[in-house]
């Protein structure tokens, strides 16, 4: 069975900090790695995504996110924060040949000036 | 281009009510998904359209939740009667359909908030 997991269900943050959102995921079989962000009142949209290749992902609005395959992990991090990334993020997984997505449960983001 | 389109946004009802949410995507775009956002969850897949036939509805409760899509562009999603655990935010999605499957980037529209009462 596939799992995501976003430990923090919160992360406040002063705006120029450093921030990290955490992602780590259970698969019997190979995956492919998403972060989407969801604004107030908005639909989810993607910011980054791993297929292949590199295992550090650079999306839109400064976020990175790294691969870590031996630790199944896949966090976000921007190195300075605005105010206007105040907002929900979500990790996601689809499987390997599947057009399945399991996401977890959303980390909100709450950038203070 | 025009984004994935949904109405209502919002909708009240009481339990044992019959309700529906419309859904027209991204043209062009041959894959749509029904989500269930209950408030403080992610996203939960209720069903997967390809073009007008259903990929996968395993996590539909399909003793009370339907959902069609008539020649492969908009859907609709139905509960009838709604339980008070109805209440959440429906997500639809759409995307175009990679070649390799499980790479798609999904473009979700605003979603519909249902409160069940």
């Known amino acids: 069975a596939q799992s995501v997991t976003q430990l923090d269900s919160q992360v406040p943050v002063f705006e120029e900090a450093p921030v990290e959102l955490r992602c780590n995921y259970s698969?019997?079989?190979?995956?492919?790695l998403f972060w989407y962000v969801q604004y107030p009142n908005q639909g989810l949209q993607l910011l980054l995504k791993y297929l292949s290749g590199s295992t550090l992902v650079k999306g839109i609005n400064g976020f990175e996110a790294e691969f870590n395959k031996s630790q199944t992990s896949f966090h976000l991090r921007k190195p300075s924060v605005h105010i206007s990334d105040t907002a929900e993020y979500f990790c996601a997984v689809s499987l390997y040949n599947f057009n399945k997505f399991y996401f977890g449960s959303g980390t909100k983001l709450n950038v203070k000036p | 281009e025009a984004g994935v389109a949904q109405s209502p946004r919002y909708k009240i009802i009481e339990k044992r009510q019959s309700v529906a949410f419309w859904c027209n995507p991204i043209?062009?775009?041959?894959?749509l998904y029904w989500y269930q956002q209950i408030l403080g969850q992610g996203p939960k897949l209720l069903i997967q359209?390809?073009?007008?036939?259903?990929?996968?509805d395993s996590q539909l409760p399909k003793d009370r939740f339907s959902a069609e899509r008539l020649k492969g562009v908009d859907s609709t999603l139905k509960i009838q009667p709604a339980k008070l655990e109805d209440s959440a935010v429906y997500l639809c999605?759409?995307?175009?359909?990679?070649?390799?499957?499980?790479?798609?980037?999904?473009?979700f529209g605003p979603g519909t908030r249902l409160t069940v009462l």
């Open positions: 043209s062009g775009h041959a894959t």
């Open positions: 359209f390809q073009n007008n036939g259903v990929v996968d």
């Open positions: 999605a759409s995307s175009l359909d990679q070649l390799t499957l499980g790479t798609d980037t999904q473009y």
């Open positions: 698969s019997s079989v190979s995956v492919y």
